[in-house]
């Protein structure tokens, strides 16, 4: 009902041409149907196909008219005001005659009151017409409106298969709300049909579906991926001071504490050495939280043409509000925002346009960043108030060594108790977690041409053989630790 006063207001209001940037063609095609009716104003559609047809009357559509020039020459003679709805008309907004005359019908609004209504999904519009055009978003449906879809479509199921009744926990049916929040009615109701199209019970594995397919629907570019099967807690070795920390602030992310004054987190930096479970942890905050994993790859953001990357960069932040509350990993930032300027300037508007966001978005979307070389990181990005701490990763201890090794063990379906796991961690002082379990790969390898079972004596040899990181950049890694000792909090 909004979107039909907002909508006749526009109409009633001297706007001569209306853009409409919206997948839900049928929709907008609706409302302009009430919307003629209630002005008493003549609706048009064209198509390139059909040509121009009247549609709040029985008229046949018009051939003649299907070319954009003789479409817009016929409005523009035409002495009595009316609604013309444009599909797809993006491709003739290039051509200098079709904007020409665009503008002349603009232009004459006073005295013949014509609006244009351009439709599409999306829309560039050309300088020359930007003072004559307005912009209408359909609005998207809210909490009541979602639940309410859903159980209209658990009902249309049932009928249909024998009054089956759709069995789901309300805790389950807030989430898959959740879920759907964001996104256009027809998508709402195509995912809502998906669902509970199998069975008749609802679950969690459902609304997890249903969040990787909405991600997909709004990620059309690419430029962020969906990490769908996020690690818990268990798999991550050590880093208890920043498990702690997660689990202090997990409530008031998620909403289930809601306590004034207190503010939801930001988001966290993970400084540290490769390989020492960077990566796995931002997969488990995810896991752990129970909110989907976006990864920002800013490979994919940069393009060629001026002002792409940062267009790029926008759409990816705002598919990331519409999946919150979310946490939105951006790996290796350095290697995406560092401020040369061999690249034109682009990277520090890329870094502007970044914390502009980071500084006004609304929506819980917790950012986990990860650095290897934190010196190359622009200040104002790591301090506080951005990003709530910056945890450095060391090279695990021994406690954590042995942890690690019981870990990759146990994934390859091994007993541990089979194992030394304490000489096993005296013998790998100085290796990170992907060393180990590289190890691990390697001995499995080993023992399986040998025709032997992995034991101990495998894992030692390729120990001994391997020159972990922590030796062969020795220097380069005491900087970092040096660094980081009285500027981060350690995440052991």
């Known amino acids: 009902m909004q979107n039909l006063k907002d909508l006749e207001l526009l109409i009633k209001s001297p706007t001569p041409i209306i853009i409409i940037e919206s997948r839900e063609e049928g929709r907008v095609m609706s ?11 003549p609706l048009y559609r064209w198509t390139v196909t059909e040509g121009l047809q009247r549609l709040d009357v029985n008229e046949p559509a018009n051939l003649y ?9 016929q409005i523009k003679l035409t002495s009595s005001g009316g609604i013309y709805l444009l599909l797809d008309f993006h491709p003739y907004l290039d051509d200098p005659i079709h904007v020409r005359l ?64 759709i069995v789901v926990e309300k805790r389950v049916l807030n ?13 709402v109701r195509h995912l809502v049909r998906g669902a ?16 990787k397919a909405k991600f997909d629907l709004l990620n059309q570019g690419g430029v962020l991926s969906f990490e769908y099967d996020t690690a818990h807690y268990a798999d991550v070795g050590g880093l208890n001071k920043l498990k ?20 939801a987190p930001k988001g966290i930096m993970l400084l540290g050495v490769q390989g020492c479970g960077k990566s796995l942890a931002a997969k488990a905050v995810a896991g752990a939280w129970g909110v989907p994993l976006l990864r920002l790859d800013f490979g994919s953001i940069y393009n060629k043409y001026h002002g792409e990357s940062e267009k790029n960069l926008r759409e990816s932040l705002k598919t990331a509000e519409i999946m919150a ?127 032997a079972r992995l034991d101990d004596s495998h894992l030692l040899e390729e120990l001994a053989k391997t020159r972990p990181l922590s030796v062969v950049m020795a220097e380069r890694i005491q900087y970092l630790k040096d660094w980081a000792r009285d500027r981060t909090v350690m995440a052991n």
């Open 31 to 41: 409302l302009f149907d009430h919307v003629a009716s209630r002005t008493r104003k």
């Open 65 to 73: 008219e299907s070319k954009p020039v003789e479409l817009l020459t």
């Open 102 to 165: 665009l503008k002349d019908i603009a232009q004459r609004y006073v005295d013949v009151p014509h609006t244009l209504v351009l439709i599409s999904i999306e829309l560039n519009v050309p300088k020359e017409l930007e003072r004559y055009c307005a912009r209408f978003e359909l609005s998207l449906p809210d909490r009541t409106q979602l639940e309410s879809i859903i159980r209209r479509e658990a009902k249309a199921w049932s009928t249909i298969n024998n009054n089956l009744r």
């Open 175 to 187: 989430q898959l709300v959740e879920s759907l929040l964001g996104l256009p009615l027809d998508d």
């Open 196 to 211: 509970i199209r199998d069975n008749n019970v609802l679950t969690e594995s459902e609304v997890a579906e249903v969040m």
């Open 244 to 263: 702690e920390w997660l689990i202090l602030r997990k409530t008031s992310f998620t909403g289930e504490l809601r306590k004034p004054g207190l503010d």
């Open 325 to 451: 509350p979310c946490i939105l990993w951006v790996d290796e930032i350095e290697k995406g925002i560092s401020v040369a300027d061999s690249d034109g300037g682009t990277s520090r508007r890329i870094l502007g346009t970044l914390l502009t966001w980071m500084a006004e978005k609304k929506e819980k979307v917790f950012i986990v960043a990860t650095a290897n070389d934190i010196e190359s990181l622009p200040p104002e990005l790591i301090r506080k108030g951005r990003l709530d701490e910056i945890f450095f990763v060391d090279l695990p201890d021994k406690d954590t060594r042995e942890i690690i090794f019981s870990i990759h063990l146990k994934k390859r379906e091994l007993d541990v108790e089979d194992f030394d796991l304490a000489s096993l961690a005296d013998k790998s002082e100085g290796f990170s977690g992907s060393e180990i379990e590289q190890a691990v790969v390697s001995a499995l390898y080993s023992a399986h041409a040998k025709n």
